[in-house]
């Protein structure tokens, strides 16, 4: 597994934004039939000086390879549920190699760095297996219209705040 890659807040490497916003987009908003502008102007509130909501991104030098981001909300179902690791994307010429539990341990260790005692995910139940690899607890199956299940992280889960 090769770990040749860096990650980065996304407000350091604004360049990626509308990459970024493209894969958001193709994975799960463009077969609902939203428009690619709806994520663009969603990923901008990434950019301010908020703690949450914040996105980061794997890359090679200028070759993007992943995202993630930690966000207020990402369950309807759940709407006091709070905050979540959302919209993880690694690019499949780029998948095998680490990034996808890199960019989830390094959002959820950033999210936990803010003081958040518990993080939410969500995600399809073919990714069960990966998510509880990386310490996340499933708590419920089959939630909404998606069908999706819902994992939690706690704090004391042996993540620290250092990088």
């Not at 463009?30 to 502008?37: A, W």
């Not at 759940?78 to 998948?95: M, Q």
């Not at 518990?118 to 199956?141: D, N």
Request: hydrophobic share 40%; aromatic share 10%; with cysteine.
């Amino acid at each position: 597994m090769s770990n040749d890659f860096t990650i980065s807040d996304l407000r350091q490497r604004p360049d990626f934004c509308d990459t970024v916003a493209d894969r958001i987009w193709r994975a799960w908003w463009q077969p609902h039939g939203h428009p690619l502008d709806h994520v663009t102007t969603r990923l901008r509130e990434n950019l301010t000086a908020t703690p949450i909501p914040f996105a980061l991104v794997a890359h090679e030098g200028d070759t993007f390879l992943g995202t993630a981001s930690v966000i207020a909300s990402d369950l309807e179902e759940r709407p006091l549920l709070t905050p979540w690791v959302a919209a993880v994307w690694v690019d499949e010429d780029a998948r095998k190699r680490g990034v996808g539990a890199a960019l989830v341990n390094r959002a959820t260790r950033d999210c936990f760095a803010l003081g958040v005692r518990r993080a939410y995910l969500c995600a399809r139940p073919a990714m069960t297996g990966f998510y509880q690899g990386l310490g996340w607890t499933l708590i419920e199956r089959e939630v909404g219209r998606r069908q999706l299940g819902l994992f939690v992280r706690d704090n004391d889960c042996g993540i620290s705040s250092a990088p």
